[in-house]
């Protein structure tokens, strides 16, 4: 068997960073092995060390990709007329709470920053992570206040949909998504 072209390891890399990402949203990183994203890529494990220098390193890079994923989403939204009534019904939705491989980074990588150690490469793609997200939810409401509200709005809404996994399969676990949609809804739009 040849050598994979410059083309096919860089396609090789991106696949195995973009399973990384879905893996590590929906079992955490300590859930997800080197053989997982590999296989999860098709590819074998002993390539990892091609591409990677550490299963941290990759981890660190994979949740980057994880919130870069959601701030394209993020823009389009910024970029509609009615973006963020949508983005607050696509967050707070029983889609979203159920599938955290594709959902939201702040929500599914937040206990892994919180057990990494200072400086390492999840915790530090985090702070960044959720930083850059604040700055794209200020954009929603212009005004001199907008770093507060966004921060107020990305913890309620990070919260709602904890607390609506942790009890998933019972009414609560609606009740806590239909409940936040609502106040942050009617905060905006007064009846």
Do not use: N, W
Not at 93 to 103: A, M, N, V
Not at 141 to 147: H, L, S, V
């Amino acid at each position: 068997m040849g050598r994979a072209s410059k083309a096919e390891m860089a396609q090789h890399r991106a696949d195995v960073v973009q399973a990384t990402a879905r893996l590590v949203r929906e079992r955490g990183s300590a859930g997800v092995s080197v053989q997982d994203v590999m296989s999860e890529a098709g590819l074998t494990h002993g390539g990892f060390y091609k591409h990677f220098g550490s299963k941290d390193e990759l981890i660190g890079i994979a949740a980057t990709e994880a919130f870069d994923e959601v701030l394209v989403r993020l823009a389009d939204a910024i970029a509609a007329p009615d973006g963020r009534a949508q983005v607050l019904q696509e967050y707070l939705s029983i889609e979203h709470r159920d599938d955290p491989g594709q959902g939201c980074a702040c929500t599914a990588l937040a206990d892994d920053s919180i057990h990494a150690g200072p400086g390492s490469p999840i915790r530090t793609a985090y702070i960044e992570g959720v930083d850059k997200t604040l700055e794209a939810f200020r954009a929603f409401e212009p005004g001199t206040d907008t770093r507060r509200r966004a921060i107020a709005d990305l913890a309620t809404l990070v919260g709602a949909v904890t607390l609506a996994r942790a009890t998933s399969g019972t009414l609560l676990s609606e009740e806590i998504l239909g409940t936040v949609l609502d106040e942050l809804t009617e905060r905006v739009s007064p009846a």
